[in-house]
């Protein structure tokens, strides 16, 4: 990591009185800065008649820029993370204000309970993580109040909102067709930063605050750190990482930007419906072909070897009469098999790839419910019902999964909403 000397402060100074001091603060000559002395006490802000330190402050910058990625600390990434801490800071003194108008308390028990078991599932164990939380200058007691804050936020937003946040199926499975319609496309390891418009007469403030965000990140601002301060989106809490998707998960404004974008760039603002997006594509790699699971049922009628043509289409017609009498999916599989003298097999679940051709082909341009066209094979005449199918793969999402994405996403909207409004009605005094 680069060291800083007395010189390098100095020269901060042009940059503002704030930058100097942090130089001050946080670096001595030939020193890193998670080696800097204690800072005096002092205050940085006043939520509601509550304190923040300049204490509080200084040991949130140690923790973000620790993890922020960044290869160098600069000046520049020090403002970002002075404001981004003390944004964080006021935000969760608005939280436990909330929490204790609302009596919801979690004791430091339990946050160690959380914390141990996010330690253990990285392999580590509590005493370790909060062993390395000192060597950055960071305490245990200002990691629970950062963790305590963001458990009784969740609790008292899904508390008031949760109900009311309805995800129906028509929802989710239009979102999963848009994500299988791209499948065959390639994925994106991408962080995003979505700045929601307050009102439509905010539209043009809004791009404006974008176009700077990008400056600065173009010129080495870590995007976690801007994504965490400014966007509104879900993905905040974790530095703005979406993991790996596919184009059908973004919206129709953005999948058209990413597409172009090389990996390791950052798009210019993107208008979308509601505000404006600010993307990343960190890698890209190549599609990997989704698996299906299905649940099948056949009606069948076998055709004697060397039979004419004329006894094929006797099969066939038996089999188009089959399948125009199916009502009800695959619960009228029986009946309508019935009518055309044909007989019934059921698959129950199968994998797409052990079935041969021509049942694969015919099998996976089925919807639910639905039955195929009737087709030949060298055992006779088929028609297939599909029942149910699960796509899986390692980028689909399962029904489930897709509709607690949707429902998670719904809510983080409603937090980020409810934490400004509680924002703007408050008493904070910058010193």
């Known amino acids: 990591m680069r060291k800083w000397t007395i010189a390098a402060c100095a020269g901060a100074l042009a940059r503002g009185a704030m930058l100097a001091l942090c130089c001050a603060i946080w670096f001595q000559p030939e020193a890193s800065w998670a080696q800097a002395r204690p800072l005096n006490e002092g205050l940085a802000a006043v939520v509601n ?5 300049r204490l509080d402050v200084r040991q949130r910058v140690q923790f973000l820029i620790a993890t922020s990625g960044a290869q160098q600390v600069t000046p520049e990434l020090i403002q970002s993370a002075t404001s981004a801490a003390l944004n964080s800071l006021i935000d969760e003194r ?24 996010q330690a253990r599932q990285n392999g580590s164990t509590l005493d370790k993580f909060f062993l390395d939380l000192g060597e950055i200058g960071v305490s245990p007691q200002s990691y629970r109040d950062k963790t305590r804050a963001e458990v009784v936020w969740q609790r008292i937003v899904s508390g008031r909102f949760g109900s009311r946040v309805r995800i129906n199926r028509d929802q989710v499975k239009a979102a999963l067709d848009r994500i299988l319609a791209n499948t065959n496309k390639p994925q994106y390891l991408i962080s995003e930063i979505f700045l929601e418009d307050e009102t439509p007469q905010s539209a043009p403030q809004t791009f404006e605050g974008a176009k700077t965000l990008v400056q600065q990140l173009r010129t080495g601002t870590p995007f976690q750190l801007i994504a965490q301060q400014y966007s509104f989106a879900p993905s905040a809490s974790t530095g703005g990482d979406m993991g790996w998707i596919t184009l059908g998960e973004l919206k129709s404004e953005v999948a058209h930007i990413v597409e172009k974008l090389p990996p390791g760039t950052i798009s210019d603002p993107i208008v979308v419906p509601g505000g404006v997006m600010i993307v990343s594509v960190r890698e890209k790699r190549e599609p990997n072909p989704p698996r299906s699971k299905l649940k099948l049922k056949e009606m069948s009628r076998t055709v004697p070897v060397g039979a004419d043509e004329t006894v094929w289409r006797r099969a066939e017609q038996a089999g188009r009469l089959a399948r125009d009498s199916l009502k009800n999916g695959c619960e009228g599989v029986n009946r309508a098999a019935k009518r055309g003298s044909m007989e019934v097999v059921d698959f129950g679940e199968i994998q797409d790839d052990e079935l041969s ?4 082909s015919q099998a996976l341009n089925l919807s639910n419910g639905q039955a195929s066209e009737v087709f030949r ?5 088929h ?4 029942c149910e199918r699960e796509t899986t793969g390692n980028d689909i999402p399962t029904l489930d999964q897709l509709e607690d994405r949707l429902y998670e996403q719904e809510l983080s909207l409603i937090a980020r909403r409810y934490l400004r409004d509680i924002r703007r009605e408050a008493a904070i005094i910058q010193p």
Request: glycine share 2%.
């Open 94 to 117: 608005l939280q436990m204000q909330e929490a204790a108008k609302f009596k919801v308390e979690v004791p430091d028990r339990e946050i160690d309970r959380i914390l141990a078991n």
């Open 377 to 381: 094979s060298d055992k006779g005449v």
């Open 383 to 386: 028609v297939l019902v599909l």
């Open 49 to 53: 008649d509550q304190p923040i330190t």
């Open 357 to 360: 051709e021509p049942f694969k």
